[in-house]
């Protein structure tokens, strides 16, 4: 794949992962996604990061399967520049306040890690009360089926965002 486009390349890490450059994308600038982490939506934005970095496959990042290889290796680099530059896309993904805060992160991996402890164990139980009452309250009125059922759709996804479905074990 990277033979055929000048515009990627590929960086196989000490891990077995492979991380893929995509130099059209870089921009330090930009956001991962138009949710802007603020202390009340961090299950949102969670959601939206995560969707985002999938789409560019650097998820790997965060969720640890592309580890940063020995700072020796010819791959060290390749991988620095992408942890910063995801990490940049991260940082921009947060309001003003929020960003000030981790952004002495070592690598994008720790500053993850750092935003879910913060963030992680809050509690959602006045927005899921809220999206409920929104549930139970919701009528059709002039919207067609399809919005009305679009709607009702949106809101159970999101309530299932915030309150997931737990089985024991």
Avoid at 26 to 50: D, G
Avoid at 99 to 108: A, D, G, H, V
Avoid at 150 to 166: A, C, T, V
């Amino acid at each position: 794949m990277a033979e055929d486009n000048p515009l990627v390349s590929e960086v196989t890490s000490s891990s077995t992962a492979t991380s893929i450059i995509i130099h059209g994308d870089i921009n330090p600038n930009q956001r991962l996604c138009s949710v802007l982490l603020n202390e009340f939506n961090y299950l949102r934005w969670f959601r939206a990061v995560t969707l985002a970095l999938g789409g560019r496959s650097k998820i790997g990042y965060i969720n640890g399967n592309i580890k940063p290889p020995k700072t020796t290796s010819m791959s060290y680099d390749a991988w620095l520049c992408n942890d910063q530059l995801v990490m940049s896309w991260m940082l921009n993904s947060m309001e003003l306040k929020l960003s000030e805060l981790f952004s002495y992160s070592k690598s994008l991996y720790i500053l993850w890690e750092a935003v879910k402890e913060m963030n992680g164990s809050q509690n959602n139980a006045t927005y899921v009360f809220q999206l409920k009452k929104n549930l139970a309250s919701l009528k059709q009125g002039d919207q067609a089926f399809v919005q009305h059922l679009g709607s009702l759709k949106n809101m159970w996804n999101e309530l299932d965002l915030y309150r997931p479905h737990i089985t024991d074990h």
